[in-house]
């Protein structure tokens, strides 16, 4: 009968906010003005549901927005990167890539030996975990 109507209005955030506004408001009320417990809830619970509003509209403003889309494997392909661990011909090394801004370590392999500090290319993407690089020619 109910079912979604409190959706987000019952939330952690939003309690937490209205419970602390209201007590904060109130007992600023009651050492400020002198004010008894009656007082104090009365400025107190207007100041928690407008806490707890506005909390609820920007938790909703939040959960809504879909502007950063979750980078995906191909969006690696041509990140630049630096070695870290050593990269031999026969196995695996590691790179540092920037990936959404975001330093993220990979398992790397190449066709030729790279020594730390070289400066990649991811060519190609591997798994989740591991990338194919090249040097960087200047």
């Known amino acids: 009968m109910l079912d979604g109507l409190f959706d ?3 939330s952690l955030p939003v309690i937490a906010g209205f419970a602390s506004m209201l007590g904060f408001a109130g007992a600023i009320a009651m050492g400020t003005a002198g004010v ?8 107190g619970l207007p100041a928690g549901v407008a806490t707890g509003w506005l909390t609820y509209r920007f938790g909703r403003a939040l ?3 879909r502007s950063g889309a979750a980078p995906r494997g191909d969006d690696l392909i041509g990140a630049p990167g630096s070695v870290v ?3 031999p011909t026969d ?3 590691e790179v540092l890539v920037r990936l959404a ?12 030996p790279l020594a730390r500090g070289a400066e990649v ?8 975990s591991a990338v194919s690089v090249r040097l960087v020619e200047r």
């Not at 290319?121 to 989740?128: I, N, P, R």
Request: cysteine-free; glycine content about 16%; overall charge neutral.
């Open 8 to 10: 987000g209005l019952l």
């Open 91 to 93: 196995g695996y090394g």
């Open 63 to 65: 959960m809504s927005d």
């Open 121 to 128: 290319w991811v060519e190609q993407v591997l798994s989740h």
């Open 36 to 43: 008894g417990v009656a007082g104090a809830t009365a400025v």
């Open 101 to 112: 801004g975001q330093p993220v370590k990979f398992a790397a392999r190449s066709h030729v």
């Open 85 to 87: 661990t050593a990269i």
